[in-house]
């Protein structure tokens, strides 16, 4: 675009953030302070998540943008739109053929690989921050893995409903050293973040935060020996593709409770139902 | 059978060009001119401008008018284009005390040198509609009088000679920029009066307040205010010496605030101190009370109240942060509420399970 730099931030803007970077990789789950510019998009938009991409971006990469799982959300499309105007990269929809994956609140159902990025954006860095507000505080804590205030809260949930009542930004410990927020993404995904093959970047723009998950980490799930760290998800298949092993949006179609159960992950449902598979919604819909 | 709902590049494109109408109005009326905005909305031109951090009439005028005189937007336009202006250089300290001063009082003195200046004020104006506003009517001319060459020493400086007012704080090197190092703390004095100057008007104003009702109050009196054109100065390495690169209208103000002293170190008045870009007196007289109160530690007073915490002052006196993250709640949220919603139905059944085993047991 004209007047603008590559990727819109200018080099050694960029060259700060990949520092930042460096350093995140290097303390796998580390929140690591950086001079977060104010982007063109309203914080908590993505602002984090852009410039992350923007320092990572270069002109072979493919982009792909995802939004609550689906590529076609407004907020993705407007974000895939501001690389494409600034950058003029190739986007995808496809998780496969993406080498950078910008989400927000989702970790695609398809295995990442080896030579992709996926960068998440972070509304709230700070895992502690509903247990301790000032962030001198909780940055003390870190230095010291002093994390027994989270698991007091775990074991309160516990006590008082009988299981842990977190079900999503379910937080992690990180190489087992740093308590780390995976992103408002369900616990659902926390598994597929354990040695993931790709690398994983996480921008928090108006928190001015960093932090990193180099490839093949180990990410645990907080939990106790009695009451070990479970997923959930709707128990139905996907009405579209019948996917009975992904996570699902619940789609109101009437208003006397009818519901739709269909993937949240758009391009892995497209997918699946290229491939022939179909749901009961599907089926229905061609006999009709 | 259902459609997923399309956000789209369509339905986008669509909602824009909406926007680009209704900022427009009725075409039949004459379209604002941007010297219309900067002239006759000044006050507005320089709250963006302000909370912006951004001195240019003309482009805040334009964020205005493009915001449909929505201000933390004009803000939020003027704070995106200031990130992508290359840094060729960074002004010396303007000088207050030189002011060509279109406005100064002062609450502690009755009179004092260079004297009380009413200049174009609110203050005693009584509120009632103008109608003839309404009707193009044309203002009275100003009377008008000859500049002199009086010398307006700022209220400290006079003070301070007989030592009743702390000194400004000492040269600690190169001030700080949030805007391009993230906040750390203990924030710096610096810092912190940054973030005061590019904060939200309302927010600061409020927490002001709240000092005057007992929340950390510190006994303020408005040792003085003054507005008017400072200039700015830069001084070149390869030149050596300063050069004038234009006139700012600033408004300044110096609180007086209560003394400090013990039987060995002599009383003395302490200061909170408000400098804000264009004319806007709320705003300097609430940063200069907040300012004062967030210095509560170092003067070794208790941290009780929310304006003298410096963390919860600093951390969300900005609106373009604050209304990003709160208005961020409509974006899309249904994946982390349909994990909710499990969570929710599966502790419901879990209830029940066991109200049935209670009956079954019974």
Not at chain 1, 23 to 33: L, M
Not at chain 1, 153 to 160: F, G, H, P, T, V
Not at chain 1, 247 to 274: I, K, P, Q
Not at chain 2, 119 to 124: E, I, L, M, V
Request: net charge negative.
């Amino acid at each position: 675009m004209n007047g603008y730099n590559f990727a819109y931030l200018d080099e050694q803007t960029k060259r700060m953030i990949r520092r930042a970077l460096l350093k995140a990789v290097a303390i796998p789950g580390h929140q690591v302070p950086f001079g977060s510019r104010e982007m063109p998009l309203p914080y908590g938009w993505g602002t984090g998540g852009i410039q992350v991409t923007a320092s990572v971006l270069g002109q072979d990469d493919v982009l792909k943008v995802i939004d609550q799982g689906a590529d076609d959300t407004t907020n993705a499309v407007s974000i895939r739109r501001f690389f494409a105007r600034t950058a003029g990269v190739r986007t995808t929809t496809h998780t496969s053929e993406a080498t950078v994956i910008q989400t927000r609140h989702r970790i695609p159902e398809a295995k990442l690989r080896e030579d992709q990025i996926i960068v998440y954006q972070v509304p709230q860095p700070e895992p502690l921050y509903r247990l301790e507000s000032s962030r001198a505080e909780t940055r003390r804590m870190h230095g010291l893995a002093d994390y027994g205030l989270m698991h007091v809260k775990l074991y309160e949930d516990i006590a008082r409903y009988g299981q842990i009542s977190i079900s999503y930004d379910y937080p992690v410990m990180v190489n087992q050293r740093y308590l780390m927020s995976p992103s408002p993404i369900p616990a659902f995904d926390n598994p597929k973040m354990h040695m993931m093959p790709a690398l994983q970047l996480f921008g928090a723009g108006r928190e001015k935060r960093i932090y990193a998950i180099p490839p093949y980490t180990g990410v645990r799930s907080l939990d106790f020996d009695d009451h070990p760290f479970r997923t959930l998800r709707a128990p139905h298949a996907c009405g579209l593709c019948g996917a009975d092993d992904v996570y699902l949006d619940e789609v109101v179609t009437d208003d006397r409770g009818g519901r739709l159960y269909v993937c949240s992950d758009t391009d892995h449902c497209a997918e699946r139902r290229d491939a022939g598979h179909a749901g009961t919604a599907a089926m229905q819909d061609t006999a009709e | 059978m259902y459609v997923t709902v399309k956000g789209g590049e369509q339905a986008i494109d669509a909602a824009h060009t909406w926007l680009a109408e209704a900022r427009r109005g009725d075409p039949a009326v004459p379209e604002l001119s941007l010297a219309q905005v900067e002239q006759q909305l000044g006050r507005a031109v320089d709250r963006a401008m302000g909370e912006g951090s951004l001195y240019d009439r003309e482009l805040a005028a334009l964020a205005v008018k493009q915001a449909q005189g929505d201000l933390i937007e004009a803000a939020f336009l003027l704070r995106a284009y200031r990130t992508t202006l290359p840094r060729f250089a960074y002004s010396l300290p303007v000088d207050t005390a030189a002011m060509l001063a279109r406005r100064r009082i002062s609450a502690v003195f009755k009179d004092l040198p260079g004297g009380q200046l009413l200049g174009p004020t609110y203050d005693y104006t009584h509120r009632l509609l103008d109608f003839t506003l309404a009707a193009d009517g044309a203002p009275r001319p100003a009377p008008r009088a000859e500049p002199d060459d009086v010398v307006m020493p700022r209220v400290p400086d006079i003070l301070g000679h007989e030592g009743l007012l702390e000194k400004d704080g000492g040269d600690e090197g190169e001030p700080g920029d949030l805007t391009r190092e993230p906040l750390r703390f203990p924030a710096p004095r610096d810092v912190r009066l940054q973030a005061l100057a590019r904060g939200d008007e309302g927010f600061l104003l409020a927490l002001g307040y709240s000092t005057q009702r007992g929340y950390g109050g510190s006994h303020p009196f408005a040792g003085e205010i003054r507005m008017g054109e400072v200039s700015v100065e830069i001084e070149p390495p390869e030149l050596g010496f300063a050069i004038d690169i234009g006139d700012i209208v600033l408004t300044e103000c110096q609180m007086v605030n209560q003394f400090k002293g013990s039987k060995k170190t002599p009383a003395q008045f302490t200061r909170g101190y408000g400098l804000v870009f264009g004319h806007s007196e709320r705003k300097a007289m609430a940063m200069a009370l907040v300012d004062r109160s967030m210095r509560a530690e170092e003067l070794g007073e208790d941290v009780t109240a929310p304006a003298q915490n410096v963390e919860f002052v600093v951390y969300h006196s900005d609106n373009i942060e604050a209304t990003g993250f709160v208005e961020h709640l409509k974006l899309p949220h249904y994946v982390d509420f349909q994990s909710e919603l499990e969570n929710v139905r599966r502790m419901r059944r879990e209830v029940a399970r066991q109200a049935e085993h209670a009956e079954a047991a019974e």
